[in-house]
C-alpha cells in the first residue's frame, strides 16, 4: 500500500503543474477522489502498517490543501492586476513591463529635467544663482531691453506666438537678461536662466516647436572674451565628461557685441567625424558674445564700468547628442517607452 502512495505522489507533483486549483480538488479531494478513497481503505490496512500509512496520507492530503489554496491566491492577484483602468495614462493595463504602482503614482523625472539638475548642479559649484525665465512675457522682455527696437529687422529670427493681449511666449531665455541684471546686481552678476522657450517652426529631427534653452550671464568689471570661453569650455567638459577643443564662429545677435557661435569638437570621434557631427568633427551648440553696452544699460549698468558675457544654449539638444537620441522631437511625444528606456 505504500508503494501505491509513492506512485500517486508521483502523478500527483505531474498534476500539480498542470492543473488549476479546482480540478486538484476534484481529482483529489471530492468524495470520489483519488485521496478520499485511499483514506476509505484504511481499515483494509495491516495494522502494523497503518499508522505509517495514516501518517503519509495525512501529509499528502495537507500539502495538496496547501498548493490548491495557494494556486487559488495566485489566480486572485492575477485578476486584481488585471483589471483594467480606462483612464491610465500609460501601459498599467498590460500585464508585461510594469512598473511596480508606488512608482507609477509618483511619477519620475523626464530625462530633460534630470540632465537640467545636472547643469545647474555644474553652474552651482561655479558660484552662479539660477532664475527660471517665464513662460509668458512681453515686448519689453522679449525685444526692446534686448537691443531691438520697434520695426528692427532682427525681431523677425524670433518667430514665435503672441497672444490678443501681446503677451509673446518667449522665443529664447534671453527674455531674463534684463530681470537678471536689475536683480542680481550691482555686480559682480553670475547667473543661470533656464526655462522653456517656443518658436512658431516647421519641425524636424532639430527643430522643436518647444524646447529648453539654458541662457548664462556673468558681469562684472573687466571681463573679457577669455574668461567666456573658459567658462563655456569648463561647464560643458563637465557636463560631457571628457576634454573638448572649441572654437569659435561668427554669428549675429542685436544684444551682444561681439557675438559667436560656440562650436565644440565631437565628444564621440574626436574629430574623425561620426554621425553625431554629420562627419564633420565639429559640433555648433550655442550662441554667446559679449552683453551690448545697451543691454547693460537697460539693466541699470554702466557699460563704462562693467562687461560681462551671455550665451544661450538648447537643453534638448545638449541631451540628445549626451545620450545619442537623432530626433529631439522624441524626448516630447509621449512614448513612455522610449523615455524609460533612455
Ligand atoms: C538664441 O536663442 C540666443 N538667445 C542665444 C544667445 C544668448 C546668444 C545669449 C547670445 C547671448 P539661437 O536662436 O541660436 O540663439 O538659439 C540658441 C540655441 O537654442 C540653439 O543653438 C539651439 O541649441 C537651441 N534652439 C534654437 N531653436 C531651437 C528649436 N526650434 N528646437 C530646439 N532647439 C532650438
Known amino acids: 500500500m505504500i508503494t501505491t502512495l509513492d506512485n500517486i505522489k508521483n502523478t500527483l507533483i505531474e498534476d500539480i503543474n498542470q492543473l488549476t486549483g479546482g480540478q486538484l480538488k476534484q481529482k483529489y479531494l471530492s468524495k470520489d477522489g483519488v485521496l478520499t478513497k485511499l483514506f476509505k481503505d484504511i481499515k483494509d490496512i495491516e495494522a502494523s502498517q497503518r499508522k505509517e500509512y495514516g501518517e503519509q496520507l495525512n501529509g499528502l492530503k495537507k500539502d495538496l490543501e496547501e498548493t490548491i489554496l495557494q494556486k487559488e491566491s495566485n489566480i486572485n492577484n492575477e485578476k486584481s492586476t488585471v483589471s483594467i483602468d480606462p483612464s491610465a495614462p500609460f501601459d498599467v493595463n498590460s ?103 517656443f518658436r512658431n517652426e516647421a519641425t524636424d529631427a532639430s527643430h522643436e516647436h518647444t524646447f529648453y534653452q539654458i541662457e548664462g550671464i556673468y558681469v562684472d568689471e573687466a571681463i573679457s572674451m577669455g574668461n567666456m570661453q573658459a567658462t563655456i569650455k569648463e561647464y560643458l567638459e563637465q557636463y560631457l565628461e571628457t576634454d573638448l577643443e572649441i572654437k569659435m564662429q561668427p554669428a549675429y545677435f542685436p544684444f551682444t557685441e ?77 512614448d513612455i517607452n522610449f523615455l524609460r528606456a533612455l
Request: net charge neutral.
Open 258 to 334: 561681439p557675438d559667436v557661435e560656440f562650436v565644440i569638437s565631437c565628444p564621440f570621434c574626436n574629430k574623425k567625424g561620426c554621425s553625431t557631427c554629420a562627419n564633420s568633427g565639429w559640433i555648433e551648440l550655442m550662441g554667446c558674445g559679449m552683453i551690448h553696452p545697451n543691454v547693460l544699460l537697460a539693466g541699470g549698468l554702466d557699460p563704462q564700468k562693467y562687461s560681462g558675457f551671455a550665451w544661450g544654449v538648447g537643453l534638448d539638444r545638449l541631451v540628445a547628442i549626451k545620450r545619442g537620441i537623432n530626433d529631439i522631437r522624441k524626448l516630447r511625444d509621449g
Open 95 to 197: 500585464s508585461k513591463d510594469k512598473r511596480p504602482h508606488i512608482i507609477d503614482l509618483k511619477g519620475s523625472s523626464h530625462p530633460l529635467m534630470e540632465e537640467l539638475e545636472i547643469i545647474l548642479d555644474i553652474f552651482q559649484r561655479m558660484g552662479f544663482d539660477i532664475l527660471e525665465s517665464r513662460q509668458l512675457d512681453d515686448d519689453f522682455h522679449m525685444f526692446e531691453s534686448l537691443n531691438f527696437p520697434k520695426g528692427h529687422p532682427a525681431r523677425d529670427m524670433y518667430d514665435t506666438f503672441w497672444t490678443d493681449e501681446n503677451f509673446v511666449l518667449p522665443a529664447h531665455t534671453s527674455t531674463m537678461q534684463n530681470r537678471a541684471l536689475r536683480r542680481f546686481g550691482p555686480p559682480p552678476i553670475r547667473v543661470i536662466l533656464p526655462g522653456r522657450c
